[in-house]
């Protein structure tokens, strides 16, 4: 199979639509990260995710519409502050869970009686998502426990032969999935961190509680209990006040010949010597250039050293998150 990198046009606009009608696989730009998308009413195209990807089954798909998608025939009931979250923050990289009615395929939500709905902002997503006029089940669109793609190259690197087309809408803004908010009770629940915060929800609605797993529970979202994101070559991971083992660490790679280099705020970049990734300084901008420097740090690298900056709260707490899956300090 040939794999096409096109950007949103007439052309590609019917390649689309043919290829979701036939069942096939299409990538596409978001504002988050690049999504790997299948019709969502089709059990066939929905499963072809699971094994493209190297997905576990168990590992539920978020179903992603266009602003005027009639957003009642996918779900069931709820609650009252759900229309409030959805006016202050969408379209946007707000992923919203509720109670499903069931009429998309069995294996999005793999057996749960939910559904994760996400209306992204990207204009080449939501073109995308008008032209086929059907709701598209995405996860992101790298090999499972690989970094998730923000630019049409990373996709292609992962998916070369095995999907026919990637919609290009250039690097993805955003740089860190969306927040995934369970609407089905009293009070939202975060289910998993993004750039839509805990205070943002707080101030639209007054209050938003975080889901944390208990031990011996099964988790309410299933994707986070996978290690994620992993790059492809060696990685350590420390705090800024363990600067000097870090360091220790790097020296001990050249002496043996390795190739290392540092993902490291910008601001402390004097700090070290040697090969070294800037992520940047504001917690926006961190998550913007995460997934990009860890995919070009694992080509050109043999061991990438994390130094976990030490700024909280905001979109520090999702950027935190991605950083300790990606360096293997989390499972
Ligand atoms: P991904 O598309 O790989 O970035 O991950 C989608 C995330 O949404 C995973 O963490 C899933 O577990 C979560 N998710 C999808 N559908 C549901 C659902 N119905 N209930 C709870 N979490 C969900
Ligand atoms: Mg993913």
Same mark, same amino acid.
């Given at each position: 199979m040939i794999t096409r990198i096109m950007s949103f046009c007439e052309e590609s606009k019917q390649l689309a639509k043919d290829f979701i009608r036939m069942g096939e696989l299409v990538a596409f730009h978001t504002e988050t990260v690049y999504g790997l998308g299948a019709?969502?009413?089709?059990d066939d195209a929905v499963l072809k995710i699971f094994e493209r990807k190297g997905r576990p089954a168990d590992n539920p798909l978020i179903v992603h519409i266009h602003g005027?998608?009639?957003?009642s025939r996918l779900i069931d009931s709820e609650p009252v502050y759900a229309a409030a979250l959805r006016e202050a923050f969408? =379209? @946007? =990289?707000l992923t919203m869970v509720y109670p499903s009615t069931g009429k998309v395929s069995q294996y999005v939500s793999c057996g749960l009686n939910t559904l994760a709905v996400r209306m992204p902002s990207s204009e080449t997503a939501q073109k995308f998502l008008k032209a086929v006029d059907v709701p598209i089940a995405a996860p $992101?669109?790298?090999?499972?426990?690989h970094v998730s793609p923000v630019t049409a190259k990373h996709v292609y690197d992962d998916f070369e032969g095995k999907i026919p087309l990637i919609l290009d809408g250039?690097?993805? $803004? @955003?740089g860190i999935e969306s927040t995934v908010l369970d609407c089905t009770g009293d009070i939202p629940k975060i289910l998993r961190e993004g750039l839509i915060t805990r205070e943002m929800i707080v101030s639209v609605v007054g209050c938003c509680e975080v889901y944390a797993m208990q031990e011996g529970e099964k988790p309410k979202s299933p994707g986070m209990a996978y290690q994620h994101y992993a790059p492809h070559c060696k990685t350590a991971y420390f705090t800024e006040k363990e600067l000097r083992a870090a360091k220790e660490l790097y020296n001990k790679e050249k002496e043996a010949e390795g190739n290392p280099c540092f993902l490291i705020k910008t601001e402390l970049q004097d700090l070290v010597d040697g090969e070294k990734l800037l992520l940047g300084s504001t917690d926006v901008e961190m998550a913007s250039r995460l997934y990009s420097l860890l995919r070009s740090g694992e080509k050109k690298y043999s061991l990438l050293i994390g130094v976990e900056p030490e700024e909280r709260g905001g979109a520090m707490t999702g950027v935190l998150n991605r950083m300790r899956r990606a360096f293997g300090s989390e499972g």
């Open positions: 019709d969502a009413f089709q005027g998608y009639d957003l969408l =379209p @946007g =990289p $992101s669109a790298n090999l499972s426990k250039g690097a993805c $803004s @955003g």
